[in-house]
């Protein structure tokens, strides 16, 4: 059984940073790519981060610079580091593995975990 859980969500006021980290098991873990996403209230679902089983990265335009993704193959854990958050980062940051298709496609992930809130106030 397949379980991802993250866990580092919370408030911090804009220009702050906090790191999301996303424990996983039952899966091999190594194999896999992983994606982070974030759901604000009323809006969908939308891409990150994602992180290959080579290390390589992919970032959505809206967070390249401020956020950094990695991964621990050994803790089976995916991170993602927030710098110079806004208001506009506020949402669910939810951790997946990928099973097929393309790395920013919700559908091209199986496997969520159950999200954590990050409320960036102003």
């Known amino acids: 059984q397949v379980q991802l859980v993250e866990s580092g969500g919370g408030l911090v006021q804009a220009g702050g940073s906090l790191r999301l980290s996303c424990a996983a098991s039952?899966?091999?873990?190594?194999?896999?790519?992983m994606g982070w996403f974030r759901q604000a209230p009323g809006k969908e679902r939308d891409f990150v981060s994602a992180?290959?089983?080579?290390?390589?990265?992919e970032y959505a335009d809206s967070v390249k610079g401020r956020f950094t993704i990695s991964r621990d193959n050994v803790k089976n854990t995916v991170y993602l580091q927030m710098n110079s958050l806004n208001p506009e980062d506020t949402a669910v940051y939810y951790c997946?593995?990928?099973?097929?298709?393309?790395?920013?496609?919700?559908?091209?992930?199986?496997?969520w975990g159950q999200g954590t809130w990050v409320t960036v106030s102003a």
């Open positions: 997946a593995a990928l099973t097929g298709g393309t790395y920013a496609s919700t559908k091209s992930y199986r496997y």
């Open positions: 039952g899966l091999t873990f190594s194999s896999y790519t």
């Open positions: 992180i290959r089983w080579s290390g390589s990265t």
